[in-house]
């Protein structure tokens, strides 16, 4: 069953502070970040062709109880590109890279669509490193899936052309996912698409060919399997991560899509926090 909650929204603060943003030199190369507050800290995964921007407003809710660090993942933003194939194993390696740099021995994980996919794939390989696990619009990808995505059309992937109608086609195939009320948001995703726009499907190709179902029985923290109501994409899914994961409960987000955590950051922030709140403390 899914739990519902009332809308209690945890608040920014009135003059909020803008979160602080580093490098961290790791062995696949310099890995920026974002990040606000003190106390436990919870490592925010993006989304594919997203940057840490996901999270902007979801950092200062978050960061008023934990240390909240939203991350570029290897390839994206503004971190090092890989050179070599992308791939789910490759950006789980990179992000627990940061937190060796960062000197984090344990962290909970936010991850949304890719990002929890790379959260998964942490989780299943270093267990005791990971206190909690929060997937965000996750699908559960195995030989049935694989299958499937393989016959569907490219998400993001377009043409340049000289008159720029790529980015049209760039805005377009992701406008149904998007309230028509907030073009700000995929202004916010076009804008990180074109800076890996050569390779930006490489992401959804690694979501594809990773191995979910031999890895999810291996993660051991407690998991919220969060999906916003109007995600036809992961919702069907949830049931089936449920089922896999030895520890988990599901919530849904009211009035959201895809774009959750961008889109209510509010009922994002809130919904991880008590579910941190029940689990850590």
């Known amino acids: 069953m899914h739990e519902r909650y ?27 970040y974002a990040e ?5 800290p919870v490592l925010l995964l993006h989304q594919t062709p997203r940057s840490w921007d996901e999270y ?3 950092l200062p809710l978050l960061g008023a109880r934990y240390r909240a660090i939203a991350m570029d993942t290897l390839g994206f933003g503004a971190s090092d590109r890989p050179a070599g194939p992308w791939s789910i194993e490759l950006f789980a390696s990179g992000a627990l890279a940061l937190c060796d740099a960062l000197e984090l021995e ?3 994980l936010v991850g949304h669509h890719t990002g929890g996919v790379i959260a998964t794939e942490m989780a299943a390989r270093e ?13 559960y990808v195995d030989a049935a899936r694989r299958a499937e995505v393989a016959r569907r059309p490219p998400i993001d992937e ?6 720029g109608s790529h980015l049209t086609g760039l805005w377009n195939n992701r406008r149904s996912y998007y309230p028509d009320d907030r073009p700000d948001l995929l202004n916010r995703l076009v804008r990180d698409a074109l800076h890996v726009l050569d390779r930006v499907e490489e992401g959804h190709r690694a979501v594809n060919a990773y191995r979910m179902e031999d890895r999810l029985g291996l993660v051991r923290a407690p998991a919220l399997v969060l999906c916003g109501e109007q995600d036809s994409f992961s919702r069907p ?5 449920v089922e896999r994961l030895p520890d ?14 961008d889109h209510r950051p509010d009922l994002f922030a809130a919904a991880v926090t008590r579910f941190l709140d029940r689990v850590l403390r």
């Open 6 to 32: 009332p809308d209690d929204r945890l608040r920014a603060p009135r003059f909020p502070v803008a979160p602080a943003r580093a490098y961290a030199a790791t062995p696949h190369g310099l890995i920026h």
């Open 36 to 40: 606000q507050g003190a106390g436990v």
């Open 56 to 58: 902007r407003d979801v």
């Open 106 to 108: 344990q962290v909970a």
């Open 127 to 139: 267990p005791g490193r990971v206190s909690a696990l929060v997937l965000s619009g996750v699908p």
């Open 158 to 163: 377009v043409t340049p052309r000289p008159d």
């Open 237 to 241: 899914d949830m049931a089936a991560l």
């Open 248 to 261: 988990a409960r599901t919530e849904l987000l009211p009035g959201t899509g895809v774009p959750s955590a």
